[in-house]
């Protein structure tokens, strides 16, 4: 399929029609699309990406309407993969939609991402980002995190056999609970995951790989901090490749 130049036109000189041609061809997962996978989903959509496999498990709910953009009132009640595939669809009509509406788990995890280029971390738990983190280093695929909490947020980017994984930066996860979420928290953090997704297909730039962005809202700063491969990480130590 050509490029659609006119869509593409005031990204065209950052990308060029080479790297706008890989959006095109890049299969992407979509881990989750509540508050930050609705942000992420809308941006990748709109670059250009060709292939979005979203997953989630869950239906609309009122609770979601805060933060997750993809859901209407509409969409009570609907899986939240059928009504974000609904919009993205007609937002971006020449690229693919594949919903998985289940539970991300290990035995399912490997044919979730076959044939993908990346996952994007949209999910509210570090069990499943663990699962996530595993299955792209097995599989040899960038994985791109990101988590919210309030006005709070963090991101990162694993590239297997290149700096830490997630279990490098953080070991153990914190403990269950239902968080206090603000729906342009998940706009910032969701949006840095966009941007890091897409400098991954285009070779574009620099990645969070070795660095941890850390938002906070209340102050409007930012900080970055320099996080470590642990070579006793029971995800990945051993030998870098």
Known sequence: M????????????????AGQESLQKARVLVAGVGGLGSVIAIYLAAAGVGTLRMVDNDVVETSNFNRQILHWHRDLGRPKTASA???ISALNPQGRVEEISGMIDEAGIDEMIRDCDLIVDAVDNFPTRYILNRAALRKGIPFVHGAVRGFFGQATTVIPGKGP????VFPSGPPPETPPIFGATC??????EAVEAIKLLT????????RLFLWDGLTATADTL???RNPACPDCGGPTG
Request: proline share 2%; charged share 30%; net charge negative.
């Open 226 to 228: 320099s996080v470590e």
């Open 2 to 17: 050509q490029i659609d130049r006119e869509i593409y036109v005031r990204q065209l000189p950052l990308f060029g029609e």
């Open 165 to 168: 994984c997630l279990r490098c």
């Open 85 to 87: 595939m609904e919009k």
């Open 203 to 210: 070779g574009k730039g620099e990645t969070l790989t070795g």
């Open 187 to 192: 706009g910032v953090i969701g949006s840095l």
